[in-house]
């Protein structure tokens, strides 16, 4: 296996990694973000109050795109598993 070939196998695994962390993040960073400012704007400052909102938002986010993130790992495990022969010199 060349230099290359693992550079690539390594960024095909970070972009999918990306991909698939990107969706549960954002959500968690918006939903951060609006009990911040409801926070702000009604100067309650409890550390615990966004945990709640954020877990289920993000329950959620993994219900409607779960399915998605599964298919993309695993059509990314079946082309790794399948590359083997060729990967092995």
């Known amino acids: 296996m060349t230099p290359e070939e693992v550079m690539t196998q390594g960024q095909q695994a970070l972009q999918l990694a990306l991909l698939i962390g990107a969706p ?8 951060g973000l ?3 400012m ?10 615990t109050l966004s945990f709640i ?16 993130m599964l298919r993309l ?4 495990t079946r082309r790794l598993i399948e590359s083997i022969p060729s990967l092995i010199h």
């Not at 409801?38 to 550390?47: L, R």
């Not at 986010?61 to 998605?68: E, N, R, S």
């Open 24 to 31: 549960m993040l954002l959500v968690a960073l918006a939903i």
């Open 34 to 36: 609006l009990v911040g």
């Open 38 to 47: 409801f926070q702000a704007a009604t100067q309650i400052n409890e550390a």
């Open 53 to 68: 909102p954020k877990v289920v938002a993000m329950a959620a986010v993994l219900v409607f795109l779960g399915p998605w």
């Open 73 to 76: 790992l695993t059509e990314f």
